[in-house]
């Protein structure tokens, strides 16, 4: 019996525990039918994993990542500017997981091309930091791509959920955290910092199709990928973008409570909007920032039409509602203004 069970440990391993259809909507690679085995578990004993130093093995690696739906990427750094000074990759296929070391000089053009190849998802967890690394050294954003955390978002796991928590959550895992903060500058990394930096793709290759089974059994997968796609355009990295071109999030000059009059009647419909957001942040089991920003919840209420809330899914799950309330607000005040 114990001899049948490490077989199955062995197998479940060397064997994809989920598979995947794709199509192609509006420009963006979606994951369609995921399906995942629901008695997959993952032996530490038998995590392998390549250190890859030369530019033969990388190649090599690369060229095994080349057939997968999906890879899943990390990086450590030092935060020595913008962008911040490389110190490792980190990629896992359902098949492979590698750590490329980028301080022997390793010529990394196999690995970039993996990130432009149109065909093969890019999945983050929080991974802002690390697309600028790649979008300065390549000059091009790595699309398709996918950010867990953001997912997560959609999923009623609150604003900015933790890697190490998305982890215990559904994989049942508690991971080490204490070299997140090491000198990964050094060389020879440590077998503690070599072990963390395999974990953090390793289970980041496992949430990525279970939560994109939530996501769509929620149907909010679309409403996922749209929120990525806004976040990380190429025009949100102001290193590469034009004056003009800044968002209003980052051009906002005026102090909050400037947008709003001194009248008692706009102070009042802010409040009641806020009410409305509550109940439907937690209607939706969502964040209410992630629905509307205040920023955009008081401009909203002095008249501003170009906002998010007015949108895609904030426009069904809130902006019709605020529309509805302003109408009504409007025609309340309609007769002090006569």
């Known amino acids: 019996m114990i001899i049948f069970q490490i ?14 259809s794709m199509r192609l909507e509006d420009g963006i690679v979606i994951p369609t039918q995921v399906h995942i085995s629901e008695d997959f578990s993952i032996s530490e004993k038998n995590i392998s994993y390549r250190y890859i130093s030369s530019y033969d093995d990388l190649s090599d690696f690369c060229s095994s990542l080349s057939r997968a739906n999906f890879i899943a990427i990390d990086t450590e750094f030092k935060q020595r500017g913008s962008p911040p000074e490389l110190c490792l990759i980190q990629v896992s296929s359902p098949d492979h997981l590698g750590l490329i070391d980028p301080r022997v000089n390793i010529n990394l053009t196999p690995f970039y091309a993996l990130l432009k190849n149109p065909e093969i998802i890019k999945v983050f967890h929080a991974g802002r930091t690390d697309i600028e690394i790649f979008l300065d050294k390549t000059g091009v954003l790595p699309e398709p791509f996918f950010d867990t955390q953001i997912a997560a978002q959609f999923c009623g796991y609150g604003d900015c959920v933790g890697y190490k928590n998305l982890v215990q959550s559904l994989c049942y895992i508690f991971l080490d955290k204490s070299e997140q903060l090491s000198d990964w500058t050094k060389r020879p990394l440590t077998q503690s910092q070599l072990k963390y930096a395999t974990y953090d ?35 949100s990295f102001i290193k590469y973008q034009q004056p003009f071109k800044r968002s209003k ?24 909007l806020k009410g409305l957001l509550a109940v439907q942040a937690k209607e939706h089991e969502l964040s209410a920032p992630l629905i509307v920003t205040s920023h955009d919840l008081k401009a909203f209420v002095r008249g501003e039409t170009s906002l998010k809330m007015l949108e895609s899914w904030r426009l069904l799950i809130f902006g019709d509602l605020a529309l509805k309330e302003k109408a009504l607000y409007l025609k309340n005040m309609l007769p002090s203004l006569l």
């Open 201 to 235: 793709v390793l289970y980041l290759r496992e949430i990525y199709p279970k939560i994109l089974l939530h996501l769509q059994e929620k149907g909010r997968l679309k409403w996922a990928l749209d929120e990525m796609k806004e976040r990380y355009s190429l025009s």
């Open 7 to 20: 077989l199955i440990l062995f197998l479940s391993f060397f064997f994809t525990p989920y598979s995947f």
């Open 249 to 272: 999030s980052l051009s906002f000059s005026q102090k909050e409570e400037d947008l709003l009059s001194s009248k008692e009647e706009e102070k009042e419909f802010l409040k009641n």
